[in-house]
């Protein structure tokens, strides 16, 4: 099957990058990625780089080099499903926040409407490949929307599940561990030779797309489901593995114990591994929660409560250790914070990216202006409009009090002045570096660093005066 056209539904973290780097890698082929936010595409076609809605590093590189030669970014969903061979969804899930599964499962509404959109708008034949995370056998309902509702051409099902993670987005594009397709091909059994036929070209088109650079034996192939579940269950298992690292930062904190030996010595056993080992205030982003949640509801639904019960305490692990971290400031300084200021240095789920989503920031700054402690956070991405929507999105207290309790910064050394207290909630190298004297000599003593991420040298900072408290750190 020769492809010309690819069309990406969903222009965000995923969609963005995904597409940029197919482009970049298949010049031959149309890549256009379409999205329902105009501001959002107008921002990916910005002539300044530094304007893309995503920060990435090696991003703007990519999309310099393909846009306007195969890479397009337009709002006209109808005009590039037209046109496509294949046709990415790639539009958010977020957790329902309403009825039937309230909190816990995937909200498909998004999913939905593309497909319908596609069903209605497609002329000839089109591969539709899911490339939102999404619970098992949604495929199944993607088949039969498109099926019942589309004039008579045949789409082919494919799942491809996303791994990249933010920060190294571009890397992990370019050079990922493996790349995941489940398809109808893989199914044990079809109806006719020329279902199994179509299931299987469209499984290979999507394959020879990713073979143009990334080795084949690294390209699995799987039955829809196995690879629905797959991600699912690499979130899952990625995030358990920093809830219990975290778990073991409070033993550690009570025995004596270093959580960093502790995780080098188990790391080094190559059963364990050293990845996701790093203890910290707590996970965020857009997804360990969420497909964590989703894994719980599909097994309560399916009776299977043990194993909800068994991946729920992930989540709970990781609330508590954001509660314990705030916890611990309020302690420290003399168990009230009311009136104090406490600088956060980082707001981002994690380094390299400007993404908020779940960020632990966002919930220990939420605890501690529950004790009107005043928080001046400083962010090297994040601007400080998206603070404001974040803390407006916990719906804790009204905007006038959020824009009297938060006060973002646009240098990290007024955010530190004349704080009691300074929180590291993001890892940005950056921070490593500053004049930690020159921010010492400026705040209100007994000067407190929480280090959240145990990004900074603690003898260092005790030497100069600080009181350091890492996480897990006896
Ligand atoms: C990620 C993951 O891809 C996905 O697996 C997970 O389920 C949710 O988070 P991401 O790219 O990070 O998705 O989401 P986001 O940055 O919010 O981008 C989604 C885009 O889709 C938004 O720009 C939104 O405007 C667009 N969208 C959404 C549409 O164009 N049409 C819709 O109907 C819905
Ligand atoms: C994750 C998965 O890694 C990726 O494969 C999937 O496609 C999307 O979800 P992402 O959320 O972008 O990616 O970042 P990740 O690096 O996994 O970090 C998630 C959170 O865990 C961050 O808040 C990070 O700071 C935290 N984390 C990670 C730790 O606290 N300790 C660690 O050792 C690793």
Request: charge should be negative; glycine fraction near 6%; aromatic fraction near 8%.
């Given at each position: 099957?020769?492809?010309?056209?690819?069309?990406?539904?969903?222009?965000?973290?995923?969609?963005?990058?995904?597409?940029?780097?197919?482009?970049?890698?298949?010049?031959?082929?149309?890549?256009?990625?379409?999205?329902?936010?105009?501001?959002?595409?107008?921002?990916?076609?910005?002539?300044?780089?530094?304007?893309?809605?995503?920060?990435?590093?090696?991003?703007?590189?990519?999309?310099?080099?393909?846009?306007?030669?195969?890479?397009?970014?337009?709002?006209?969903?109808?005009?590039?499903?037209?046109?496509?061979?294949?046709?990415?969804?790639?539009?958010?899930?977020?957790?329902?926040?309403?009825?039937?599964?309230?909190?816990?499962?995937?909200?498909?509404?998004?999913?939905?409407?593309?497909?319908?959109?596609?069903?209605?708008?497609?002329?000839?034949?089109?591969?539709?490949?899911?490339?939102?995370?999404?619970?098992?056998?949604?495929?199944?309902?993607?088949?039969?929307?498109?099926?019942?509702?589309?004039?008579?051409?045949?789409?082919?099902?494919?799942?491809?599940?996303?791994?990249?993670?933010?920060?190294?987005?571009?890397?992990?594009?370019?050079?990922?561990?493996?790349?995941?397709?489940?398809?109808?091909?893989?199914?044990?059994?079809?109806?006719?030779?020329?279902?199994?036929?179509?299931?299987?070209?469209?499984?290979?088109?999507?394959?020879?797309?990713?073979?143009?650079?990334?080795?084949?034996?690294?390209?699995?192939?799987?039955?829809?489901?196995?690879?629905?579940?797959?991600?699912?269950?690499?979130?899952?298992?990625?995030?358990?593995?920093?809830?219990?690292?975290?778990?073991?930062?409070?033993?550690?904190?009570?025995?004596?114990?270093?959580?960093?030996?502790?995780?080098?010595?188990?790391?080094?056993?190559?059963?364990?591994?050293?990845?996701?080992?790093?203890?910290?205030?707590?996970?965020?982003?857009?997804?360990?929660?969420?497909?964590?949640?989703?894994?719980?509801?599909?097994?309560?639904?399916?009776?299977?409560?043990?194993?909800?019960?068994?991946?729920?305490?992930?989540?709970?692990?990781?609330?508590?250790?954001?509660?314990?971290?705030?916890?611990?400031?309020?302690?420290?300084?003399?168990?009230?914070?009311?009136?104090?200021?406490?600088?956060?240095?980082?707001?981002?789920?994690?380094?390299?990216?400007?993404?908020?989503?779940?960020?632990?920031?966002?919930?220990?700054?939420d605890?501690?202006m529950d004790?009107n402690a005043i928080i001046?956070?400083?962010?090297?991405?994040?601007?400080?409009?998206?603070?404001f929507?974040?803390m407006e999105?916990l719906n804790s207290r009204s905007d006038v009090e959020n824009k009297e309790l938060l006060q973002?910064?646009?240098?990290?050394?007024?955010?530190?002045?004349?704080?009691?207290?300074?929180?590291?909630?993001?890892?940005?190298?950056?921070?490593?570096?500053?004049?930690?004297?020159?921010?010492?000599?400026?705040?209100?003593?007994?000067?407190?660093?929480?280090?959240?991420?145990?990004?900074?040298?603690?003898?260092?900072?005790?030497?100069?005066?600080?009181?350091?408290?890492?996480?897990?750190?006896?």
């Amino acid at each position: 099957m020769d492809i010309k056209n690819i069309c990406c539904i969903g222009a965000g973290y995923v969609g963005g990058p995904t597409m940029a780097v197919i482009a970049q890698k298949c010049p031959s082929i149309n890549v256009t990625v379409v999205d329902m936010n105009e501001q959002k595409i107008a921002d990916w076609n910005s002539d300044n780089l530094n304007d893309l809605p995503v920060y990435e590093p090696g991003l703007a590189d990519v999309v310099k080099e393909a846009r306007g030669r195969n890479l397009f970014f337009n709002t006209n969903i109808d005009k590039a499903i037209d046109e496509a061979d294949i046709i990415f969804i790639s539009v958010n899930t977020p957790t329902k926040t309403y009825g039937k599964g309230k909190g816990m499962a995937s909200d498909l509404k998004y999913i939905e409407l593309c497909a319908r959109q596609i069903a209605r708008v497609s002329k000839n034949d089109k591969i539709v490949v899911e490339k939102s995370t999404l619970p098992v056998r949604t495929a199944e309902t993607l088949r039969s929307i498109l099926k019942n509702v589309g004039t008579g051409v045949d789409f082919q099902i494919l799942s491809n599940p996303e791994f990249l993670a933010e920060g190294t987005a571009i890397s992990d594009l370019l050079n990922p561990d493996r790349v995941l397709i489940g398809g109808q091909a893989k199914a044990i059994t079809h109806k006719t030779e020329e279902e199994k036929k179509k299931a299987e070209e469209a499984m290979e088109a999507l394959v020879n797309i990713y073979a143009t650079w990334i080795p084949k034996e690294r390209i699995i192939t799987t039955n829809l489901w196995s690879s629905e579940l797959s991600k699912l269950t690499a979130n899952a298992f990625l995030a358990q593995r920093v809830s219990s690292i975290n778990s073991l930062s409070a033993l550690c904190e009570a025995t004596g114990a270093d959580v960093e030996e502790v995780a080098k010595a188990i790391g080094t056993d190559s059963r364990i591994g050293s990845k996701f080992l790093k203890s910290s205030v707590g996970f965020g982003g857009s997804c360990f929660q969420k497909d964590i949640l989703n894994l719980v509801y599909i097994a309560t639904s399916l009776g299977l409560q043990e194993v909800a019960d068994y991946w729920h305490q992930v989540i709970i692990m990781n609330d508590y250790q954001k509660q314990r971290f705030a916890d611990k400031i309020i302690t420290t300084l003399y168990n009230t914070v009311s009136g104090k200021k406490i600088a956060f240095l980082g707001w981002a789920f994690k380094k390299d990216t400007n993404d908020t989503r779940e960020t632990a920031a966002m919930y220990v700054a939420d605890i501690l202006m529950d004790d009107n402690a005043i928080i001046a956070p400083y962010d090297i991405k994040v601007i400080h409009k998206q603070m404001f929507a974040d803390m407006e999105m916990l719906n804790s207290r009204s905007d006038v009090e959020n824009k009297e309790l938060l006060q973002p910064q646009t240098d990290p050394y007024e955010a530190c002045k004349d704080a009691h207290a300074i929180a590291i909630l993001t890892e940005w190298d950056e921070f490593k570096d500053y004049d930690w004297q020159q921010i010492f000599d400026n705040m209100v003593k007994p000067a407190c660093i929480f280090d959240g991420r145990n990004l900074l040298d603690a003898n260092k900072m005790r030497k100069i005066g600080f009181k350091y408290i890492g996480i897990g750190k006896g």
